[in-house]
């Protein structure tokens, strides 16, 4: 069995694989990181998101061992260094981008990339970025005001604070 290594989080990590074996899968399965969620295994729903040597991607959509030797950021690495929830995780918890929460690792990662791309987005570019997002409970309305915030935007008025 082929294995496999990589940093996550920033460890270093490796396991044995099979070449069938998912990204999603060795991140929940094998390390225990179960805050990658797995919700419709062909990468429409973005729930398996996580950022790979720094870039959104759907670790449903790709095996672990293309990410040989690579950085991969799950939604556990995105708290502060010391536990706490991280800005972008914070401002969806103030802003109630949540109900269920079951997309909402995938959402704070994909508003981390985002946030990296476009430091102050629009509505409309945040909207967009998010397409490949689901949601089946928000209505993504406070999504996008959680992102806004995280961004520094005034919320009310969608323009800097």
Not at 30 to 58: E, F, I, M, R, Y
């Amino acid at each position: 069995m082929p294995r496999v290594s990589m940093s996550v989080n920033g460890a270093a990590v490796s396991g044995d694989v099979e070449g069938r074996t998912l990204l999603s899968t060795f991140l929940r399965e094998t390390l225990g990181l179960t805050g990658t969620h797995v919700g419709c295994d062909t990468g429409q729903c973005g729930a398996c998101t996580v950022h790979l040597n720094g870039a959104a991607v759907k670790s449903c959509t790709m095996l672990a061992l293309e990410a040989e030797a690579a950085a991969v950021t799950t939604i556990e690495g995105m708290a502060d260094p010391d536990g706490s929830l991280g800005r972008i995780q914070r401002a969806f918890q103030e802003h109630h981008g949540l109900q269920c929460g079951f997309c909402t690792p995938g959402m704070v990662m994909a508003a981390a990339a985002l946030l990296d791309e476009t430091p102050e987005p629009s509505e409309a570019e945040i909207r967009a970025y998010l397409s490949g997002n689901l949601c089946r409970c928000t209505g993504y309305h406070n999504i996008v005001k959680a992102i806004l915030a995280a961004s520094g935007q005034d919320v009310a008025q969608g323009t800097a604070a």
